[in-house]
């Protein structure tokens, strides 16, 4: 049986602790204008990335899709990738 070297000691495994994935200025600063803002939550081919990739809590999740749909509808955002069209 293999062991992992720092199981050799017999000790069991901390699990490591989850850093937040944004800073709370990024998320009081997503707005629907913001674009640059919304861009991390978006993938290279233009669709919102999951929430278990985020990060995010439920509720920030919904509200940074709302924002980023807001923003396509006004055109600050595409909604496809440039690559694709």
């Known amino acids: 049986m ?9 000790k069991p495994l901390k699990p490591k602790k989850k850093k937040p994935p944004v800073s709370a ?4 600063s997503v707005d629907y204008k913001n674009a640059s803002t919304l861009k991390r939550f978006i993938s290279e081919r233009g669709k919102i990335v999951a929430r ?7 509720t920030q999740q919904r ?23």
Do not use: C, P, W
């Open 2 to 10: 293999r062991m992992n070297s720092s199981r050799q000691s017999g």
């Open 25 to 28: 200025e990024v998320l009081a």
């Open 52 to 58: 278990r990739n985020t990060g995010l809590t439920a």
């Open 63 to 85: 509200k940074v899709a709302e924002h980023i749909k807001r923003a396509r509808f006004m055109a600050l955002l595409h909604y496809t990738a440039d690559q694709i069209r």
